[in-house]
């Protein structure tokens, strides 16, 4: 196996269906690393039956926390952070009011207090279930929110003055350029334009990581975002050439875990994201995660 690419799984604690897939491919070995989200009303029973399964593991599976801003209710207490739900409580975060938020000179303080508030709850929620020891706290999100400026610096905040020792923060940084030289093929408009963004935002906080002592490493997983199917496999050699010419690991990204109609609540308001969720390229990415060769 090549110690450089981690096989990652995003998405844990979504629905019990999407969690049994997720936990088939940890069985058969084929996961490195799974992202749990804490907020949803499955955390609970997911985090139980991920416990349970541990021990049927051929190795140990790294856990990171998937912050979650997108969907579901906060862990927090409303009042505390009432410019980040609606009236029923909901989270009403979006990419576009963080953008305008992390620009906006008089809201931009007290949005980032509420975010650094909720990021410390949802961390809290997952070493009070024990989901993972304290002293490798990894860390991503749903959406990869956390890539915005005002966001990261939330992030640190919430960590600041805790005793947690910080393993692994996630740099979304798919490079397109590894795409075109391996002529793995075209992906759509939308997913170029999110690789734009966040590769935008990735070199400031390639700096951030390396003052703080923390690797650095790329993602394959936005480019093919929604359907990582079989051209990944012609990239694969340039982003090993790459994590070793540079000496960072890469995160393969899969979501492979499916949700079922019937497993949908009034959780679920977003109807792009429920698309997602309940999108047949999970099935294709479950597919692709299982029979890859890792060598």
Known sequence: MNSLIDFHADDYALSQNSDDDIINLCKEGKLDSISIIPNLQVFESSVLKLNEAKKHFPKKIKISVHLNFMEGKPVS????????????????????????????????KKIKEQLAREISAQIEKCIKAEVFHIDCLRIDSHQHPHMIPLFRQAIFDALKDKNYKIEYI????????????????????SNILKCLILNH????????????NLPDSYLCGVYYSGKMDERI????????????????QFELLFHPGTMLKEELTQEFTKEGFVEFHLSKNRNIEYSMCKNMKRN
């Not at 996630?170 to 408009?189: A, E, L, Q, V």
């Not at 070199?203 to 390396?210: D, P, W």
């Open 77 to 108: 207490d409303c009042d505390l952070i009432r410019d980040l739900v609606d009236k029923k409580g909901f989270f009403c975060v979006s990419w576009g009011k963080l953008l305008i938020w992390n620009y906006n000179l008089f809201k931009r």
């Open 233 to 248: 496999e012609n990239a694969l050699p340039i982003f090993n050439g790459e994590a070793k010419k540079h000496n960072r």
């Open 201 to 212: 935002y990735s070199k400031r906080f390639s700096k951030i990581l390396k003052k703080n």
């Open 170 to 189: 996630r740099n979304t940084n798919d490079p397109i350029n590894f795409y075109k030289k391996s002529k793995s093929g075209k992906t759509n408009f």
